[in-house]
């Protein structure tokens, strides 16, 4: 089992760029897969971006590829998602989940709490 806690939220003007963590505690991190996730007002919870347990395969939603960037420490036991050039319609709570399965959304089977992004415009 693992448990995960993100950090690194904030606000930020359109443009900027803001750098999340979800940092793992736990046993077997780098067996798992990771995904970043938000929520925005209103709306559903979606996948943003994953990376695989090893680091080398990574996929993003069509609407940040170029501007996020997802990457892992196994390490340091943490998955970051470099967030560049944002726009206010990333404003949402972000969440970081993990997978013992494969990548398909409904096999994250463990989630952090969240953390807040808020983009002004």
């Known amino acids: 089992q693992v448990q995960l806690v993100e950090s690194g939220g904030g606000l930020v003007q359109a443009g900027g760029s803001l750098r999340l963590s979800c940092a793992a505690s736990g046993r077997g991190f780098s067996n798992y897969n990771i995904g970043w996730f938000r929520r925005a007002p209103g709306k559903e919870r979606g996948i943003v971006a994953g990376?695989?347990?090893?680091?080398?395969?990574?996929d993003y939603v069509d609407s940040v590829k170029g501007r996020f960037t997802i990457s892992r420490d196994n390490r340091a036991n943490t998955v970051y998602l470099q967030m560049n050039s944002l726009k206010p319609e990333d404003t949402a709570v972000y969440y970081c989940?993990?997978?013992?399965?494969?990548?398909?959304?409904?096999?994250?089977?463990?989630w952090g709490q969240g953390t807040q992004v808020t983009v002004s415009s």
């Open positions: 990376i695989s347990w090893n680091g080398r395969d990574t």
């Open positions: 989940a993990a997978s013992n399965r494969g990548r398909i959304t409904s096999e994250y089977n463990y």
